[in-house]
């Protein structure tokens, strides 16, 4: 494939497979998802939030180029912040406090779904154990954020008395970061991947993305949308 | 030990141990150095300056609290910069190509002695491997950093033409990072450091860290002291 035919290729995945389409989103974007169902959905999703600059920096540790280490940095700064309260992680915390859960219990990951733990931590292993090419490609999923998020906001602000400056402050914010992070992204992979063998360590690293959000709805989905099913241990709605 | 019973222990054995009592160092700062044995040295620390950001990298994807992320954080930008041709790497860079090296070659580690790739590979695999609490004291060589610095600086001054603002610009920014660094890196250690085990951790890695600096002087002085014993595909100087 030519660099564009690769893009493209990467771009029919999403539109197939990103998690916008699971069932568990359209419920919560489209206003039907229970007060309960939103809080659990927001306290799996912190685990995941808590794990992405670990991932990066796991990225960062394989790259030998200062240059390309400076660009990638900045995606840890997004979500530790320059400050205490600010960074991606600490909206995520505004977030889960403003939908009524308490923010040690959401940090302390007590309540979390198993099967999210262990997909946010396969992540943290891909990164760590393929081909870096594979670990920068895995990041590719920001190419569909950006409408996720302004569906999510549209979706919040229509159906529901959280939706606050508070509580879409982490979505508004990744509209400006994503695209930033995934123009760099995509470019480096079109330019990296040139090798059939190189191209499906791209293909299978997003596929592998696609999965682990899409295992995460999942998982939600089985302990909070079918009835009686919640884990022992996990999170449990008043 | 109390705290600060450890902290003097620490503070002994670098008295004892660090590598400014080395005879490498001891000919370097006391204006015996050929020429070709300062290349030498600046070639193959660049080795060490080169993989710092990656073994904070590491480190980083270790921590699991955000504030001691941002703040260990800072680290890495020291040395990987805020923009090209900033930071600790690019200007170990400019004293390399100062010293007549080729910065191409330099990067390459074409002509790094394989035992000074063996020492630093070491420190990667010490802060990936062990405790965190021990991947963060490795770096409380610190603590004797800022001395070897002003030493090196007044020696260079004195003994050598190739001493000036861009060749010495490392050190000097050196002797304002790394105080803050370690102020950091000594509280977080006393303060964690408590049980008869986690101050053996802190202990071993401290002497870890030692023998690995130390470890790279006998290097150089192996082969570019004693004489004939340049090991195959090393830098010779002409």
Known sequence: MSPDEL???????????????HPFHRMLHGGTATPGQ???????????QAIIPIKDAVILSRIADPE???????????????APGEGGIARWLNLCEQLGLNRDYVVSTEGLLPATRYACDAYVNYVRDNPVLAAIASSLT???????HKERIAGFLQHYDFANDVTLAYFRKRLDEAPRDVRFGLAWV???????EQQRQVIHALSFKLDMLWAQLDALHQAYVTPGMIPPGAYVPE
Request: aromatic share 12%.
């Open 38 to 48: 939103v809080r659990a959905w927001a306290l799996n999703r912190y685990y995941y």
């Open 68 to 82: 390309i280490r400076r660009i990638w940095r900045q995606r840890i700064v997004d979500h530790d912040g320059e």
């Open 7 to 21: 893009e493209r290729h990467l771009r029919g995945m999403g539109a197939e497979r990103y998690h916008n389409l």
């Open 190 to 196: 079109k330019e990296n991947a040139r090798t059939v």
């Open 142 to 148: 920001e190419l569909f954020a950006p409408d996720i």
